[in-house]
């Protein structure tokens, strides 16, 4: 498997100018996460997807931030407009969740976007 | 008290020392607890996860206190190449299942 797969490696954008961050979470995966990660604040969970429906978006910092999963296979992450302040490293994560177990499994992550907002 | 707690550290060790680290939590009924290791500039990766009853791997030990609320995490004859920033991640039972990650231990193994 490939693992998870992020696209922009790099994005530098001006501020005012919208940007999209993707993400092809581990086939067969169920749950998906989007972090945001700043030298400030560590790593902040921004949204949380469990078989596609967006089940915690408590972390997402304003309207700005938009995230979608159309399907099992691919999420978006959309900031529009951009600002400085939003320039970090975004995360996308998944794992497999089973309702029936009570273990958990651990989360893989994609080599991550490097947002710099000018 | 913060949900997921770690000392930043750094911790700087000679190479071949016995390292430990801990990271306490606030949620009494957390489920799932694991380690990550975190490269500079990189992603975090799955080190390993923790078992009630402790677990090894390699020259790895992680072992869960739930009285006390704590995990740990011990590394043998460390390595060079073991320099990293240490997270541990917790998972409550049921409810949104939403991991908590801590900030973090910096380790820094020196020749």
């Known amino acids: 498997d490939a693992g998870v797969i992020q696209s922009p490696r790099h994005e530098v954008t001006e501020m005012g100018q919208e940007v999209t961050l993707r993400c092809k979470p581990i086939s067969g995966h169920n749950s998906l996460f989007w972090y945001r990660q700043t030298m400030m604040r560590g790593l902040e969970l921004l949204i949380y997807?469990?078989?596609?429906?967006?089940?915690?978006d408590s972390g997402m910092p304003e309207d700005r931030f938009s995230a979608k999963m159309p399907n099992a296979s691919f999420s978006t992450l959309k900031i529009q407009p951009s600002e400085p302040r939003d320039s970090a490293v975004y995360f996308c994560a998944s794992s497999f969740r089973s309702f029936l177990a009570t273990a958990n499994y651990g989360q893989y992550f994609g080599p991550g976007t490097r947002l710099t907002v000018t | 008290r913060k949900e997921v707690e770690q000392d930043p550290g750094p911790f700087n060790v000679p190479e071949g020392a016995t390292v430990a680290f801990n990271c306490t939590y606030s949620?009494?009924?957390?489920?799932?607890f694991f380690w990550y290791r975190q490269d500079c500039r990189k992603e975090p990766k799955l080190l390993m996860s923790v078992y009630s009853s402790g677990n090894e791997d390699g020259r790895f030990t992680a072992q869960l206190n739930r009285a006390s609320q704590y995990i740990s995490l011990l590394i043998r004859d460390s390595k060079l190449s073991d320099s990293a920033t240490y997270l541990c991640v917790v998972t409550p039972s049921g409810g949104s299942y939403i991991p908590t990650f801590g900030r973090g231990t910096s380790l820094i193994v020196h020749p």
């Open positions: 949620n009494s009924a957390s489920q799932s």
């Open positions: 997807f469990n078989n596609n429906v967006p089940i915690d």
